[in-house]
């Protein structure tokens, strides 16, 4: 079975600094794909970055970076220069090759940032 | 392209009555997912289809919960009778290849924010 874990319920940072959220996840499939998704408090969920489990490098979005280490089976995405208008929830996902193409989601993790 | 259309945005509703959700994809998508958000559950799947098929249903809470596709571009989520912990925000998804592709993301509706009382 997939499982998906954020273990950071909610996260400050200073504006203009940089944050690192946290996300293990589990799977037996050998080819996965996993997501990152930010939900401001309007509620629309928002596709930020990808990263492929055969990607040789990091998946980079301007701003955001997807920390991936395979061998520990996470997938941190790591947000630069944070801005005001970063505070949302963020919602790791994953998706296997086996799993027929659904996406599952980690609970989230709340951002606060701080001017 | 309009995205993922979902309607009502906002349903309130009393105990025991029936529920429709609606969901229109964005066009030339091929699979389409129903999932629900709680402050307790967080983001749940309850079923997708792929070419207007049901692929998994294991989400689906219980019987008093059906999703249909009759077609590409239409898919609906009824809850009978309706009861108060269905309170939630119900989101559609779509995407646009084969269920073998892991990289392609899903596309989110607005979501419906369900209120049962």
């Known amino acids: 079975a997939q499982k998906i874990t954020q273990t950071q319920p909610g996260m400050f940072v200073q504006e203009k600094e940089a944050v690192t959220l946290d996300c293990t996840y589990d799977t037996s499939d050998p080819s996965y794909g996993l997501f990152w998704y930010k939900q401001p408090s309007s509620g629309e969920m928002i596709f930020l970055i990808y990263?492929?489990?055969?990607?040789?490098q990091n998946a980079t979005e301007g701003r955001y970076s997807l920390n991936f280490q395979k061998a520990r089976k996470s997938a941190n995405l790591v947000i630069s220069a944070s801005q005001l208008g970063d505070s949302a929830m963020y919602f790791c996902a994953m998706r296997g090759n086996n799993q027929g193409g659904k996406l599952i989601f980690g609970q989230g993790t709340e951002l606060s940032v701080k001017p | 392209d309009a995205g993922v259309i979902q309607s009502p945005r906002h349903e309130v509703t009393e105990m025991g009555q029936e529920v429709t959700l609606r969901c229109k994809p964005i066009?030339?998508?091929?699979?389409l997912f129903w999932y629900r958000q709680t402050m307790m559950r967080g983001l749940e799947l309850l079923i997708y289809?792929?070419?207007?098929?049901?692929?998994?249903d294991s989400g689906m809470p219980e019987d008093r919960f059906s999703a249909k596709m009759p077609n590409a571009s239409f898919s609906t989520l009824k809850i009978q009778p309706s009861e108060p912990r269905d309170s939630a925000v119900y989101f559609c998804a779509s995407r646009g290849t084969g269920p073998y592709s892991t990289n392609e993301k899903l596309f989110f509706g607005s979501g419906t924010q369900l209120s049962v009382l």
């Open positions: 066009s030339g998508h091929n699979s």
């Open positions: 289809f792929n070419n207007n098929v049901p692929i998994d």
């Open positions: 990263q492929g489990s055969y990607d040789q």
